[in-house]
């Protein structure tokens, strides 16, 4: 167990670093003038050449790599070319807010797709399921920012309900800073129910079909004891795996809720980097939202583990 | 064993009919079923794929959905488990009767312990604590034979062998006392001699319990072995009913017969013969007459079989749903006689040159490869990580095979039978060691196309074995078609001709696979192997997934094209009567190694290796003297080893002789005429004992009415 | 379990009368749609791009049904002109991305080894980037391009379908049928051509179809964020952008196109699963013993 985490931990280091050379190229070596940028659209050739100095844009690219590479490990990210500070504290403002979001939203994901699967699965092809599986139909059907916009359109024009978008401030009070949440947790909520829902009824309705359910049932045990004692534990194992894949979505679709809800986190704060060609914040906002994808991922097969005696007990 | 308990009624079924919604109006599953289980014996359900069994073990223990339709009663100790609404059943189920199932890998829930599993049902039916459930689980795992039960009850299913998992399961549905227990094939999944372990500990708890028992299966020698009462089912009515001895030695139903006459038997000094298949195959539910349901398959029909027949009693307790069973019973199962090539003569021919030699093939395995398939299989979850584990799956086996002859293999599951047979015809790579064929190396690359074509396979599965997507046609001439030169325009005839060799109709040439019967699809799996003009066959298990009536139609298909062809076969499989049946020669497999080959007389008589011993008493007999007979006891459930230095069997071994065996690799004996046995007990000394312990099967008969020799 | 999954594909009319509802109703909207994508100027009357001053911001009516934008643009003209785009835009990247995947997964599944190691590491790579960060990565550093984000969108979901069709291919190299093939001496090619690609094909088409919603909504999103189709042409995705400003005063601009593409991936997830009803080959096995 402990060598299959370290495992798992090795490979993620390995797979960041390819990305970091990935991320570095991209942004670094493809067109598109860094020192242009920097030094403005009207500078002459003679400033462009001292800035393209000054940030080293004339060495070797694996040199500029080994630069950037050994500032990030030690948590120099640079500086932002556009706003002129350094990476760092910017990024980790918009991470704090953007965590929140994201929690809040997987954890509804979780609870309310896995309630929703395992009673379709259990009302199979009836009324009940069939409400449930429609519901969710919807919710994947819309792209994210439609969803964002409807809510806006009923829950802060209409009905007046929530603010539309911006971040509260915890010195007017928790609900206050809570109401600014509701409506993008509940956008990505509702965009990423489907996945876990559905998933988690197929394989729950496999499960329930399986020989150890029968013979549970065979023992004369109560329904109830049938359903969550024996067959969610195992349905629940692929349901652990795509909740991991949730997190890459949810870090998508936070890029997009959050610019339709003006909220400042990282993905706002990337979409803004991108248009401004902003280099340095892109290669540190993209590699943290990978490192942590990876990280989710890792947490996704430890949890498999745990629940699966196959994998703690070769 | 404290005397059995006066004759009291367990079940009693009256009028069990079962049907199913289908597309065009119900599908009666069952029909008008009666019997009765006592206390303290054995009624055994036997009956082919599709006769119902199952659907019977479910509606006696109460476990029909509500997407079955019942009718009729069935009164365990006396109340209807039939009419009882779902909880009152809920309550009996467990309490009243256990039930244990076929597959015990997937039976067991991979995620709880043994202990969560086995207290489970006496922690709710019961309100006992879990402190005193688990003392309670702790003796009954130690009466079903479990050793260590302390230990066991911290462990997951998948750490146990497939024995101790149905010895699990059997201990789960005893901790609450029932009085009475179905078991639904609960050794099909198991190798012979853990199956043999099995049914003594039945019958053992059985006695000493006083229980009633329902037994399903669809093995007679299975029936003959542990039921006081068996009950033939054919297409959901009950054919033939009654006491054991009376319908094994004097079947009055011709399904009985023809099921009886189509088993291959396991005897060493006899004359080659042709089995006797049942030709066609069983109606669907859906298509089943008025009349006798048995009538297009019976050889002795007549129109008054189209009538509506009773189950009617001819002796005290045996009944027949057949009016000619009268005249039938002394009339023997018609066998198309056909003689065959003496094996004298067969010998003289093949001792002439080897057509194909494997010399000391090693193959080892990852377990991780393996593993994963099996686990996904099961459960349809990836695996995303498992610890791998190397396996030999063979460990330097050397043999030839002469032109014209069959070599059988035999050996359990995890023996490496498989592995051999495809490194030898080159489906995977070996690690080490040779394969020549007509003299060639054919480990080397340039010899591929011309071995392609002279050495080809037939598989097990006839649900893989070919390609759903493709008309068998097609599938044959593509065979034809890759290693020879016929003009498009004799194709056709070319495949149809292949379609006679092997009994099928012409018409199968535009059929898809799933339009054909299993037995069909093997034999269409023949022909395409045929389509190369090959030498050689690898016969890999052929006729495993196949019901016995079918199989004898594909063992007498291998059989007569192997003396037309003069072909030469290696053909694998787990179940030594039929190897026996075809084979000239038998090598027998443990644990990648081969611990004995000879002449299927040979090794078929002492001395044997203690392995084949074991196995050939392991394996039931439908002959009914040969019931009570004392079996040699292997040691453990498990094939234990890998890491053993010395003999692969040592730690099973009923005749181990001391640490030798443990430590030292057993020498090769070489016995008369080739019999090769690798063992550290010296021949003469294994011959006489076990000539003396153990009677041998030479004088094993058939029974008269079904052998068809007169 | 179900005689109509398991029959070839070639006995078409049989086949017909079983196809499940779902598959109707979610053909004939996807139908529908893609009729009327194409036949955009036929069907209405309006340009997508004539300014109107007069009539702008004007609520759906009789003339404009949809209603008009903040230059007077017809709505309805724009968002069947945009379907086009959107449409277009989700078929291709999914091409784009089989093209890739199905070769990849089957050589991978095939031939496994270090080439399948190598193979898995890279898609590895790839999956480690959340499904848009690949799309704002390669579109960060270039101008906007319809073609770029197509292309963009398609690379990132080949990992999911090369995982795929290789863990499918998998299942099948142990199908005796494989081994039959491979006894009698035939090559990579045929066998990957003939004997699996035929039996994967009802996965692949099935998700295929489901990848095109994935693939049409990854695009709008694209679009949305402003790096997908450019003005003046314009998709679903842009124009629920350009809408943003006015949702107070004109939300049927951004209401319009976003419910049309609801209506189309329903209707194509429909199509999808009732496909999969019809085809999936794990729907089929569950029936055996």
């Known amino acids: 167990m402990l060598a299959y985490v370290l495992r798992r931990l090795l490979a993620i280091v390995g797979i960041l670093f ?24 009207f500078a002459s050739d003679e400033v462009i050449a001292a800035v393209e100095n000054r940030l080293g844009l004339n060495d070797p690219a694996y040199v500029q790599y080994l630069r950037w590479i050994s ?67 919807l919710g994947i059907s819309v792209p994210e920012f439609f969803w964002g916009i409807v809510m806006i359109i009923v829950f802060a024009r209409y009905l007046g309900l929530f603010p539309s978008g911006g971040i509260g401030d915890m010195s007017d009070g928790f609900m206050s800073w809570a109401s600014y949440l509701v409506l993008p947790t509940l956008t990505l909520t509702f965009t990423l129910i ?20 029968r013979n549970a049932r065979a023992k004369g045990l109560p329904e109830r004891d049938v359903i969550f004692g024996h067959a969610l534990r195992n349905a629940l194992l692929p349901t652990i795996t795509i909740l991991a894949i949730d997190v890459g979505w949810l870090v998508g679709g936070i890029v997009v809720v959050e610019t339709v809800f003006s909220y400042p986190g990282l993905g706002r704060l990337l979409v803004f980097a991108i248009e401004r060609q902003d280099l340095p914040l892109i290669q540190a906002s993209i590699l943290l939202i990978a490192a942590i994808y990876g990280l989710a991922n890792l947490m996704a097969d430890l949890l498999y583990a745990f629940f699966n005696p196959r994998i703690r007990y070769g | 064993m404290s005397g059995r308990p006066s004759n009291a009624r367990l079940l009693e079924v009256r009028g069990l009919n079962v049907s199913y919604e289908g597309r065009e109006g119900p599908v009666r599953a069952i029909e008008d079923l009666d019997f009765h289980v006592d206390a303290g014996e054995t009624l055994a359900i036997v009956g082919e794929s599709g006769s119902g069994k199952s659907t019977v073990a479910m509606a006696v223990s109460g476990l029909l959905g509500s997407e079955a339709q019942v009718a009729g009663t069935a009164e365990l100790l006396g109340r209807d488990v039939i009419s009882a609404p779902e909880a009152e059943r809920r309550r009996r189920r467990g309490v009243e009767v256990g039930i244990v199932f076929q597959d015990p890998f997937t039976s067991l829930n991979p995620g709880l312990t043994v202990a969560r599993q086995v207290t489970e049902g006496l922690i709710h039916h019961r309100k006992v604590s879990p402190g005193k459930a688990r003392r309670r689980a702790l003796d009954v795992l130690g009466e079903v034979g479990l050793q260590e039960p302390e230990q066991l009850l911290e462990l997951y ?41 099995i049914l003594d500990l039945l019958d053992d708890i059985r006695r000493r319990r006083g229980l009633g028992m329902l037994f399903i299966t669809h093995n007679l020698g299975v029936v003959n072995r542990i039921a006081d009462r068996v009950c033939v089912l054919y297409s959901g009515r009950i054919a033939e009913i009654g006491r054991k001895t009376e319908v094994l030695t004097l079947p009055r139903h011709p399904y009985t017969k023809g099921l009886l006459a189509s088993l291959p038997v396991l005897a060493a000094n006899r004359e080659r013969h042709s089995l006797a298949p049942i030709p066609g195959q069983m109606p669907q539910p859906g298509d089943r007459s008025a009349g006798c349901v048995f009538r297009p ?173 493709r008309a068998i046609g097609p599938a044959i001439a593509r065979a034809v078609m890759l290693h020879s030169t016929v003009r498009r325009a004799d194709m056709r005839s070319q495949v149809e001709a292949l379609l006679d060799r092997v009994g099928l109709p012409r018409s199968f040439y535009d059929r898809y696979p799933h339009q054909l019967s299993g037995g069909e699809r093997q034999r269409v799996g023949i022909a395409r192997a045929l389509a190369t003009r090959p030498r050689f066959i690898l016969c890999d298990e052929p006729t495993s997934a196949l019901d016995v009536s079918v199989q004898a139609t594909v063992l007498n298909v291998l059989a007569d094209l192997r003396e037309e062809e003069r072909l030469s076969y290696l053909f694998i499989s787990h179940d030594l009567s039929v190897v026996a049946h075809i084979s000239d020669r038998v090598a027998v497999m443990y644990a990648g190694n081969i611990v004995e080959i000879g002449t299927t007389e040979q090794v078929l008589a002492p001395p044997f290796h203690p392995y084949t011993e074991a196995l050939l008493s392991a394996i039931p007999r439908t002959d009914p003297g040969t019931a009570e007979r004392s079996r040699i006891a292997l040691r453990s459930d498990a094939p234990v080893g890998g890491e053993a230095t010395g003999c692969p069997f040592s730690g099973r071994c009923p005749r181990r002789i001391g640490h030798v065996c443990d430590e030292v690799v057993p020498p090769v004996q070489t016995g008369l005429a080739g019999h090769r ?31 068809g020799r007169r | 379990m179900d005689e109509i999954a398991e029959a070839p594909s070639g006995r078409g009319w049989r086949m017909l009368r079983h196809i499940p509802g779902k598959l109707r109703i979610g053909g004939g909207i996807v139908l529908l749609l893609i009729v009327l994508a194409i036949l955009a100027p036929i069907v209405t009357m309006h340009s997508p791009t004539q300014i109107n001053v007069v ?69 590895d790579v790839l999956m480690s980037f959340p499904p848009i960060m690949l799309g704002l990565l390669i579109l960060a550093v270039t101008d906007p391009s319809l073609w770029k984000s197509i292309l963009a969108v398609g690379i990132v979901y080949v990992p999911v379908v090369v995982r795929l069709v290789r863990s499918r291919t998998m299942e099948l190299v142990h199908e005796e049928y494989i081994l039959a093939a491979r006894a009698r001496g035939e090559g990579l090619a045929y066998i990957l051509a003939r004997e699996i690609l035929p039996n994967a094909w009802p ?63 329903v209707g194509i997830n429909l199509f999808g699963d009732g496909l999969r009803e019809m085809l999936d080959p794990r729907l089929k096995s569950k029936g055996g013993a």
């Open chain 1, 194 to 213: 489907a996945h876990v829902s559905r998933l988690t009824r197929s394989s729950m309705i496999e499960a329930m079909r399986s020989n150890y359910v």
């Open chain 1, 18 to 41: 390819v990305m970091s050379i990935l991320i570095f190229g991209i942004t670094q070596i493809l067109p598109g003038n860094v020192a242009s940028i920097v030094a403005g659209q």
């Open chain 3, 55 to 123: 009539e702008r911001l004007s609520p759906p009516n009789a003339v404009f049904w949809f209603g008009t934008d903040e230059y007077g643009r017809d709505v309805f003209a724009r968002v069947l002109h945009g379907g086009r785009l959107s449409l277009a835009m989700g078929f291709a990247a999914t091409l784009i991305t089989f093209l890739f995947g199905v070769p990849l997964g089957l050589i991978a599944g095939y031939v496994g080894g270090r080439l399948d190691g190598l193979l898995m590491r890279a898609m």
């Open chain 2, 157 to 197: 299913p998948h750490q146990l062998s497939g024995g101790m998992q149905q010895r699990v399961l059997i201990a789960s549905a005893l901790m609450c006392d029932p009085k009475f227990l179905v078991l639904d094939e609960p050794t099909t999944a198991l190798d012979v001699t853990i199956e043999a372990r």
């Open chain 3, 203 to 265: 996965m692949i088409i099935v998700e295929a179809s489901l990848r095109v919603t994935f693939a049409i909504l990854l695009a709008a999103a694209l679009s949305f964020l402003g790096m997908g189709a450019q003005p003046p042409s314009s998709d679903w995705g842009l124009m629920i952008s350009e809408a943003r400003p006015f949702v107070n005063q004109a939300p049927w601009i951004a209401l319009a196109p976003g419910f049309v593409m609801c209506i189309a991936v």
């Open chain 1, 71 to 137: 500032g990030v490990l030690i948590g120099d990210f640079g500086q932002s070319i556009i706003m002129d500070r350094p990476v760092a504290p910017l990024i980790a403002d918009a991470l704090a807010a953007s965590a929140v979001l994201a929690v809040a939203s997987l954890v509804l994901v979780a609870i309310f797709g896995i309630l929703f699967g395992v009673i379709s699965a259990i009302r199979e092809n009836r009324p009940t399921d069939q409400a449930i599986s429609t519901f969710t139909y």
């Open chain 2, 677 to 707: 046995v690798v063992c550290h007990i010296p021949l003469e000394e294994l011959a006489a004992t076990q000539a003396a312990e153990d009677p041998p099967p030479n004088g094993a008969t058939r029974q008269r009415d079904a052998s």
């Open chain 2, 297 to 469: 398959r019976c050889p002795f029909s007549e129109a008054r079989c189209e009538e509506p027949q009773a189950l009617v009693r001819v002796e005290e307790s045996q009944s027949v749903r057949c009016w000619k069973a009268d005249l039938v019973v002394d009339l023997p199962w018609p066998v198309e006689r056909r003689q065959r090539v003496s094996r004298k003569r067969l010998d003289d021919e093949t001792d002439t040159k080897p057509l194909l030699v494997a010399q000391d093939l090693r193959k080892t395995f990852r377990g991780a490869a393996i593993r994963k398939t099996i686990w996904r299989r099961r459960f349809g979850i990836p695996l995303p990580y498992q610890p791998r584990r190397v396996v030999r799956a063979i460990n330097g086996v050397s043999l030839d095979i002469m032109e014209g002859e069959v070599l059988g293999l035999v050996g359990e599951s995890g023996s490496g039978k498989s592995t051999l047979g495809q490194a030898i015809v080159r489906l995977i790579e070996v690690d080490s060691g040779k394969v020549l064929f007509q003299g060639q190396d054919v480990t080397t690359l340039s010899q591929e196309r011309d071995f392609r074509s002279k050495a080809q396979v037939v598989f097990q599965n006839p649900d893989s074995s070919l390609n759903p997507r």
